[in-house]
């Protein structure tokens, strides 16, 4: 009797796909006949967006483009927008915030890049 194939999306919603992968595989049996590779679900038209939207206004949605880390990715932003404007922010107390959270955020990023590796390879706890 010949086994009929079946289709299965292992998308964003699924806990080991981390953000912006989504697999449409297509299985007889337990073999992997066919993967249809879907990459950047996350993408939201965020680069049009910003270029609408006055350059204060378009600070939130450097969120979205690296749901990690957040914070790194609005730093390079307002560095960015601060040499175009060719403003001068040479504060000892705001650059130690910035690198602050910069590093804050960093730790962040390792964190969770360990927890679902460790997730992914079969590690369970009772956190997770």
């Known amino acids: 009797m010949k086994q009929k194939a079946i289709i299965v999306n292992f998308g964003p919603q699924h806990p080991a796909a981390h953000g912006v992968l989504r697999l449409i595989l297509q299985l007889n049996s337990e073999i992997i006949q066919r993967t249809d590779i879907h990459i950047g ?3 939201r038209g965020t680069e049009t967006l910003i270029t609408t939207k006055h350059y204060q206004k378009s600070i939130p949605y450097f969120d979205r483009l690296d749901y990690v880390s957040m ?3 609005e730093h390079a ?3 960015g927008i601060e040499q ?3 403003l001068e922010n040479s504060t000892i107390e705001v650059n ?3 690198i602050l959270f910069d ?3 960093r730790i962040m990023n390792h964190m969770l890049a360990i927890a679902c590796h460790a997730l ?3 590690s369970m706890s009772s956190i997770f």
């Open 41 to 43: 679900l996350l993408h």
């Open 71 to 73: 914070l790194a990715q």
């Open 77 to 79: 932003y307002c560095l």
């Open 84 to 86: 175009l404007l060719l």
């Open 96 to 98: 130690f915030i910035r």
């Open 103 to 105: 590093e804050l955020t």
């Open 120 to 122: 992914d390879i079969g």
